[in-house]
């Protein structure tokens, strides 16, 4: 698509950082949607997290097709860390993230520029859109795994709501660059390092705009979705941790009791289904069918 006049007086430039580890095969299309973009000042900083698939075969493809786009490299060291290389490198006025799996919506970058021409205000500048999730073709999507609203992006809301009312897939976010002045993700954290970012943010009061339009595409891959599982285990107490450094004593502690509580109430809920499967018809048979099969083996082996 072509290019639309740029329309904003300073003209300021887009950062887009897209962290790519083992995942060549999508890596196209996300590009291509970055290169399909209305506003065209913009930078693409490709940073390759030691793939060891072709990623920078594909990578320089682009670089060679347009300036516009560039080439990172570093030795595996997780998404955080990918993230952060291409911070580092970026001269934008503005940050947009995209992971390399999924995409962008061709006016993402020009709608949320508009908007932040639109706030009277010095105060950093967050622009968060509404998305929706694909699996293989982009022009087939559906409704996303949780509902965005304005009223959740506040601070509280970002502590108690994260993970059992919503959640944001981080391309949602246009960030002010100068947010990320005294900001880099933690390469501790292998999961929910975004929860930081926003807590983070939204404790020093950045001003947010909610487009309720699905300006980006969410893309659902059964490899993806089981490895977050476990990564997710194995860090969300390190979340946790983290969290204790940003919040005051008391809200820590209520954060605490709030988290167990609910972990109670889901395990109220799994005792019951246990206990509603094993009184079942079908449970029932499945045991009485181990048993024949039981003594079945023990005649066998007393022959």
């Known amino acids: 698509m072509p290019s639309i006049k740029n329309c904003f007086m300073n003209n300021p430039k887009v950062s887009i950082i897209v962290p790519c580890y083992n995942q060549a095969q999508y890596l196209d299309e996300a590009l291509q949607s970055v290169l399909e973009q209305t506003y065209a000042n913009w930078e693409c900083i490709i940073v390759n997290d030691g793939s060891p698939d072709n990623t920078k075969e594909v990578a320089n493809k682009w670089v060679e097709k347009d300036s516009r786009f560039k080439y990172a ?11 952060n290389v291409g911070l580092n490198i970026a001269k934008g006025d503005y940050i947009q993230f995209l992971d390399s799996d999924d995409f962008l919506d061709f006016k993402k ?24 999730m694909f699996t293989i ?12 609203r304005k009223e959740y992006f506040t601070f509280e809301e970002m502590i108690f709501g ?4 919503f959640n944001i897939p981080i391309h949602c976010g246009f960030f002010d660059t100068k947010l990320f002045q005294n900001f880099r993700f933690s390469i501790e954290l292998k999961a929910k390092e975004d929860w930081i970012m926003w807590l983070t943010f939204f404790k020093n009061h950045a001003h947010c705009v909610f487009i309720d339009k699905p300006l980006v595409l ?3 891959h059964s490899d993806s979705m089981t490895k977050e599982v476990e ?3 194995d860090n969300y107490f390190k979340a946790i941790l983290s969290l204790q450094k940003l919040v005051p004593e008391k809200v820590y502690n209520d954060y605490l009791i709030f988290v167990l509580n609910k972990k109670m109430k889901e395990l109220v809920v799994l005792k019951k289904y246990i206990i509603n499967y094993q009184n079942s018809n079908g449970f029932k048979i499945l045991e009485r069918f181990k048993k024949i099969k039981s003594i079945q083996l023990l005649v066998r082996f007393l022959k």
Do not use: H
């Open 73 to 83: 490299f570093q030795e595996n060291g997780g998404l955080s860390s990918a993230r």
């Open 231 to 233: 990564i997710m285990e």
């Open 137 to 148: 073709d982009k022009n087939v999507s559906s409704i996303p795994f949780c509902e965005l």
């Open 109 to 132: 970058l020009e709608s949320s520029l508009i908007e932040c021409n639109n706030i009277n205000s010095d105060t950093c500048k967050i622009i968060i859109s509404n998305f929706r």
């Open 162 to 165: 994260w993970d059992y009312k």
């Open 218 to 220: 969410y893309r659902i």
